[in-house]
């Protein structure tokens, strides 16, 4: 079975400063997708990037962008110029991509970002 | 995410009641995942429906917990008789038939006492 682990339970980054999440998973599989989720207090889950592990290139959206190191099974999430609307609890999900899309998601505990101004 | 709703958003009951739950996904959206979150579990799959057909429902106490999805525009989560450890926010999650992105609804944040 797939395990997905957050090592940080808590972190701390100061505004406009760079911070990084670290993710780690455990598979034997070698197509899947991993995600990371963003929920601020009001606990909606908001998408904040993809990843397809067949791609070699790490995705980059905005002030987001990953470090996915597939043999290592490691998958971080960089915050570049941390604003306080990115205080939340963040997850990092895995999904299995065998036998097509469509399944579900293995989440991690959760690591939650606090933003000092 | 505009793409699903879910009510109700609060819902406060005493053990033993029936609590239903709802989940509207936008048209197109062909496959439904309801997951629960708890503070001491984190988030947790219960059961998922592709074009309507339960396909995993083995994370559900099925004594208790029922998902149907009656058509392409609602799903239910049910549980009857509800308990005090049933308390924890409900999650239904669409995933477009093209796309390999979940998308979440608001939340349910049932409390049962």
């Known amino acids: 079975a797939q395990t997905v682990t957050q090592s940080q339970p808590e972190m701390s980054v100061q505004e406009a400063e760079t911070v990084t999440l670290s993710c780690t998973y455990d ?5 899947y997708y991993l995600f990371w989720y963003k929920q601020p207090p009001s606990r909606q ?4 990037i993809r990843q397809e592990a067949y791609k070699q290139q790490n995705a980059t959206e905005n002030r987001f962008s990953v470090n996915f190191q597939k043999a290592a099974k490691s998958f ?3 915050i570049s110029d941390s604003q306080l609307g990115d ?3 963040y997850f990092c999900a895995y999904r299995s991509a065998v ?3 469509q ?4 989440f991690g505990k959760g690591t939650k970002l606090s933003v000092k101004p | 995410d505009a793409r699903v709703t879910q009510t109700p958003r609060h819902k406060v009951t005493e053990m033993g009641q029936e609590v239903t739950m709802r989940c509207q996904p936008i048209l197109g959206h062909n496959t439904v995942f309801w997951y629960r979150q708890t503070m001491m579990q984190g988030l947790e799959l219960l059961a998922y429906f592709r074009n309507r057909a339960p396909l995993d429902d ?3 106490p099925k004594d208790r917990f029922s998902a149907e999805m009656p058509d392409a525009t609602l799903a239910t989560l049910k549980i009857q008789p509800s308990e005090p450890r049933d308390s924890a926010v409900y999650f239904c999650a669409i995933s477009p038939e093209s796309l390999d992105t979940q998308y979440f609804g608001p939340g349910t944040r049932l409390t049962v006492l």
């Open chain 1, 27 to 31: 598979t034997s599989e070698s197509d």
């Open chain 1, 45 to 48: 889950m908001i998408l904040v």
């Open chain 1, 76 to 78: 971080s999430l960089k």
């Open chain 1, 87 to 89: 205080a939340a609890m």
């Open chain 1, 99 to 101: 036998g097509g899309s």
């Open chain 1, 103 to 106: 399944g579900n998601l293995i």
């Open chain 2, 58 to 60: 083995s994370g559900m």
